[in-house]
């Protein structure tokens, strides 16, 4: 009898610890738009649980429910940052109950050097819902009071300025050689596996700034300080921090988030999606709390996709060719 | 209202409760091979979204200090870390287990876990800030030293062959190398497969080396899995005790090694534990016995193991930087609660923060009662179960829980392929656990080299910045300490030898 308990308490316990893997066998219904969505729907984030891909979602779920009365069930397939779980992502079904995350520039970039297993214009991007504006921060005792204070101490000496930043070729690298570009000067670029792993390195002093986003310095507000923002305007939560633009720098961007279906979704369920996402994004307290965290909301809806993702790409791609990614 | 009135809410009705349920969840979740305390903890968060912030937090935190608790059983029960901070727990818990003393070992578990969480906790409560501070000097290059020195680990832990454990060391290197490296974003052998960019995941592999040559083994061997133990025996606990007693020097050093290590953001529970286990190794009388079923042996790791809990949120707290994986999963529950980490925990959200810590106090007490009565079963079940139930039963946890760690199937590819290779590498004398250290140590010592390669450039001096600071120094000195200990005992033995021949 001990062995027929111990086995019901094992397959307890893993379908507690696995409520992932029954959602992944769930039937796969027919889409009908009409009643769409009618039960839970589940959401890939293919990064690791956590980070701002993972905060954003969470934030999410809940207005989801109240909007349709079904759940957000979110899933993480981390890996090669990010490609694992865009490369299977069209090979999932497509009845509209499965969503993934997708990130800019990462979708944009990755495709263009190596073979990561996706292409940019297979993912069906159906709504974009925020951005981490690029902001450059400094330790709040750093002798840099102002950007220029930046620039004109990497004039002085080419490469002396490090300025840490999250992984390479991704939304940092690319903000870095841009703004060197603008702003014509010199840095050193080090790159540290994830947002967390770069700031430590500012906050420790190992390096002199670091390319993050507001939503860092939201997080550290009592220990850095940013020199500029990225974005088209002040910031509520900063109000005191220029933009790139105000200083001279013709620079907008960062950490673009939104979600894609399988490509074999019918047109009139991810209008749905992307409708009922837009909804979310109406929502006053959602817009508060995102906006506390440090995001700044846009709204890029289905049928505005192609143009968008057209002008980030056209922006990539002149960097990406300065980087060498492309040759 | 002061710190003690704050940690006396968390003994509310509900808390305790909430606390209750999460050791007890966390147990089970990490006593099973691939689910590991970032995955229970990531499970319950969205749970967790409708209780007060002080409940949610009681709940997350109780269910992670379970899980790196139960992590333990599988080592011990089936030489399978079940979490990575267990895998020295394998060393000494499952010799011990083959020879019928599983529940002793589940007994010192629970024990040492209690003493490690309990410490780890007194530190959050009392240095957090100091320590935190301390955190922050540890740079890339100090980061590259402390993996180096991880590595010379090696020699201490390997059993026979120092040069086979550089080979199995060699290998995990190797191993931690395919995918899409962080710095400079280059292909490595991938061999243009899709699923290999993402890298080989340190879990899956840690599956693999670990428990496929039990299961080849128990279908190999006709003798019995465990040791039966004799009859009417109770969980030991008086046994357990003494044992307790005579290395509490050890459980001591352990736990504020596993505090230490973990206010380092990175570097975790599995280095931890791996460096308390080669100190008491070091300093014990009976270290001939160590990897052959000695007590303080699982009493290093697993104290260790559970002070990195209280240990790595002080990062956390203080920084708003994740000391551990699952501390990254709890900061982001944090987060959308709205809540900030930092210097405000300790002063606007001091309630929060020490109904939390009080909580976290709770739930290490309660590990006690509830592990050893969980322990109990466990052991009697797995010892008493038939073998031709426990291998699929095993074969098939360990494939359901590699898959569920990215939901993956290509992960179970790699884990069972490690495993063979870690079957036939074994008996060459090539045992797993250089392997894992080469691979969890890998990035760490790769990333923390070339960071500071840039930034030695960059300040004009490569060597200043390797050899120019006084923390460096002080791991270098640790780096020749640990390989030039063992060559040193060596030599003495030898020359002992030689005099006692002359005479």
Not at chain 1, 152 to 157: D, I, L, S
Not at chain 2, 46 to 74: D, Q, R
Not at chain 2, 119 to 137: F, N
Not at chain 2, 437 to 453: H, K, T
């Amino acid at each position: 009898m001990r062995q027929t308990r111990f086995t019901t308490w094992k397959l307890g316990a893993l379908m507690g610890g696995l409520l992932s893997a029954a959602a992944i066998a769930g039937p796969a219904m027919a889409a009908d738009a009409g009643s769409f969505p009618d039960h839970n729907i589940q959401y890939i984030i293919p990064f690791g649980p956590g980070g701002e891909s993972d905060i954003s979602a969470r934030l999410q779920q809940k207005y989801f429910q109240d909007i349709t009365g079904q759940q957000l069930i979110i899933q993480y397939m981390a890996g090669g940052g990010g490609a694992v779980g865009w490369s299977q992502l069209n090979e999932m079904d497509g009845d509209g109950y499965t969503i993934m995350g997708t990130n800019l520039p990462h979708i944009i970039l990755k495709p263009m050097g190596k073979d990561p297993g996706f292409k940019t214009e297979d993912l069906k991007n159906f709504f974009y819902f925020h951005y981490s504006p690029d902001a450059l921060i400094v330790k709040k005792d750093s002798p840099y009071k102002t950007l220029d204070d930046l620039i004109a101490a990497a004039k002085k000496a080419p490469g002396s300025v490090t300025v840490s930043g999250s992984g390479t070729q991704s939304a940092n690298d690319i903000a870095n050689r841009r703004f060197e570009s603008m702003a014509d000067v010199k840095t050193t670029y080090i790159p540290f596996k994830g947002t967390g792993a770069a700031v430590t390195a500012l906050l420790g002093g190992q390096v002199q700034a670091e390319w993050g986003y507001t939503t860092t310095a939201a997080n550290h507000k009592d220990k850095v300080r940013m020199l500029a923002v990225a974005a088209d305007e002040r910031h509520p939560l900063f109000p005191d921090v220029p933009t790139f633009k105000e200083l001279g720098y013709d620079m907008t961007g960062g950490a673009y988030r939104g979600m894609a279906v399988p490509k074999s979704t019918p047109d009139d369920v991810t209008k749905k999606l992307s409708e009922i996402f837009g909804k979310i994004n109406q929502n006053p307290e959602f817009r508060q709390k995102m906006e506390d965290l440090g995001f700044v909301l846009i709204d890029v809806p289905y049928d505005q996709m192609d143009d968008f993702m057209a002008k980030r790409r056209a922006e990539y791609e002149k960097v990406a060719r300065e980087m060498g990614i492309i040759k | 209202m002061d710190t003690l009135s704050f940690m006396a809410a968390a003994l509310s009705p509900v808390n305790l409760m909430l606390a209750i349920v999460g050791v007890a969840a966390g147990i089970l979740i990490g006593a099973l091979p691939g689910l590991s305390a970032t995955m229970a903890v990531a499970v319950l968060v969205p749970v967790t979204f409708g209780m007060p912030p002080e409940a949610a937090l009681i709940m997350l935190g109780a269910i992670y200090t379970g899980a790196i608790y139960g992590g333990s059983y599988a080592a011990i029960l089936v030489n399978t870390p079940g979490t990575p901070s267990a895998i020295a727990t394998t060393f000494d818990g499952f010799p011990m287990a083959k020879r019928g003393d599983g529940d002793l070992a589940v007994t010192l578990s629970t024990l040492s876990s209690m003493i490690g969480g309990l410490v780890g906790a007194v530190a959050l409560l009392t240095l957090a800030p100091l320590l935190a501070q301390i955190a922050l000097k540890f740079g890339p290059v100090e980061y590259f030293w402390l993996a180096i020195f991880g590595l010379t680990l090696i020699s201490a832990l390997s059993e026979g062959s120092t040069l086979k454990g550089f080979i199995g060391a060699g290998l995990g290197l190797l191993l931690s190398t395919v995918g899409v490296s962080v710095i400079g974003a280059d292909i490595r052998y991938a061999f243009g497969s899709q699923f290999l960019l993402g890298g080989v995941e340190t879990i899956s592999a840690l599956i693999g080396l670990y428990c496929i040559p039990v299961l080849i083994d128990l279908v190999a061997t006709p003798s019995a899995h465990l040791e039966p133990p004799e009859e009417g025996r109770g969980i030991r606990f008086r046994e357990g005790l003494s044992l307790m007693w005579r290395g509490k020097f050890n459980a001591l050093r352990s736990a504020i090694i596993g505090t230490a290590v973990a206010i380092l953001p990175g570097a975790g529970g599995s280095i931890a534990s791996l460096v308390s286990y080669s100190e008491a190794r070091r300093t014990s009388p009976r270290s001939d016995q160590f990897g052959k079923g000695e007590p303080d042996g699982v009493i290093a790791t697993e104290t260790a193991n559970n002070a990195t809990v209280g240990g790595g949120f002080i990062p956390t707290f203080v920084l708003g930087i994740p000391g551990t994986p699952p501390d990254a999963v709890i900061l982001g529950a944090l987060l959308v609660q709205g809540f900030r980490t930092g210097p405000e925990m300790f002063t606007t959200n001091v309630g929060v923060t020490y109904t939390f810590i009080g909580g976290l106090f709770i739930a290490t007490l309660l590990m006690l009662p509830i592990g050893l009565l969980i322990g109990r079963y466990a052991f009697k079940s797995i010892v008493s179960i038939p073998k031709a139930l426990l291998v699929p039963s095993i074969a098939f946890m360990t494939i359901i829980g590699t898959y569920a760690i990215r939901n993956n199937p290509f992960d179970v590819v790699v884990m069972v392929v490690l495993g063979v290779v870690g079957w036939v590498l074994s008996r060459y004398g090539v045992k797993p656990s250089p392997i894992v250290l080469g691979l969890i140590l890998g990035p760490i010592a790769e990333q923390g080299f070339v960071q500071g390669y840039l930034m030695g450039n960059a300040s004009g001096s490569v060597a200043g910045a390797f050899f120019g600071r006084p923390l460096s120094l002080a791991i270098i000195a640790l780096v020749l300490l640990s390989v030039l200990f063992p060559l040193w005992r060596a030599w003495r033995t030898r020359s002992h030898k030689e005099t006692a021949n002359g005479h």
